[in-house]
């Protein structure tokens, strides 16, 4: 009678050791792969350090990093539990995924943006001879929606008389931009809406001729 005590004992004790063994999260091999373009142009980026992550709860696993290659592919291997959430990062890069990740059992594709900065040389000149009040003011760059505006320092933002002014400012590499400004010739004082778009070789210049 014992021994049946004993054996039942075991074989449940047994059971739920299993059952607490197939409950817990099992790590897996992995292979995340995919391809890294720049933003403005949509062409392949060489040599970017990509990172990729994991994270489980309040858990942030690294899963391996890799370089892509000359047409911005990569490959990372590497071992990740079974409810894991996928990030993507860049080292000195702002790189971001692009579109849905696509998993398939143990193979997962992430594609990654890298946006740059632009670096914006800007010309403002009045092309018309001087008339003693003519200004140039109020100059702000904006996003495509115009949600976003931030504002320039141009000498208190504010140019006066034979204006012939060059300067240079850094954007983030977003492609199309509007330039907002005001200004006054012969007593005529006029709104602009200037779009931009960035040629993708960091530096772009803009003439604004009035």
């Known amino acids: 009678m014992k021994n049946n005590i004993s054996q039942k004992f075991l074989l449940y ?4 050791l299993m059952i607490m063994t197939s409950c817990k999260k ?20 060489a040599n970017i350090h990509v990172n990729i992550s ?8 690294h899963v391996g990093s890799a370089y892509t290659n000359n047409n911005g592919y990569y490959s ?29 059992d143990d193979d997962i594709l992430i594609n990654g943006l890298v946006f740059k900065n632009e670096q914006l040389n800007i010309h403002i000149k009045n092309a018309n001879p001087y008339d ?3 200004y140039f003011t109020g100059l ?35 492609t199309y931009y509007i330039l907002h400004y005001t200004t006054r010739k012969n007593s005529v004082i006029s709104g602009h809406y200037s779009p931009v778009t960035t040629d993708c ?7 604004l001729f009035y």
């Open 13 to 16: 004790f047994l059971s739920l």
């Open 26 to 45: 099992k790590n897996r091999d992995v292979t995340v792969h995919g391809q890294v373009l720049y933003f403005c142009n949509q062409q392949p980026a």
């Open 54 to 61: 994991t994270e489980s709860g309040n858990e942030s696993t």
């Open 76 to 104: 990372v291997k590497g071992e990740v539990g079974s409810f894991d959430t996928w990030s993507m990062s860049g080292y000195g890069q702002n790189l971001e995924p692009s579109g849905n990740i696509v998993t398939h």
């Open 132 to 134: 003693g009040a003519d």
């Open 140 to 174: 702000e760059w904006c996003d495509s929606l115009m949600i976003r505006c931030t504002p320039m320092n141009l000498n208190q933002n504010y140019l006066y008389g034979n204006i012939d002014s060059t300067f240079s400012i850094e954007l983030p590499d977003k």
């Open 201 to 207: 070789y960091n530096i772009t210049n803009v003439d």
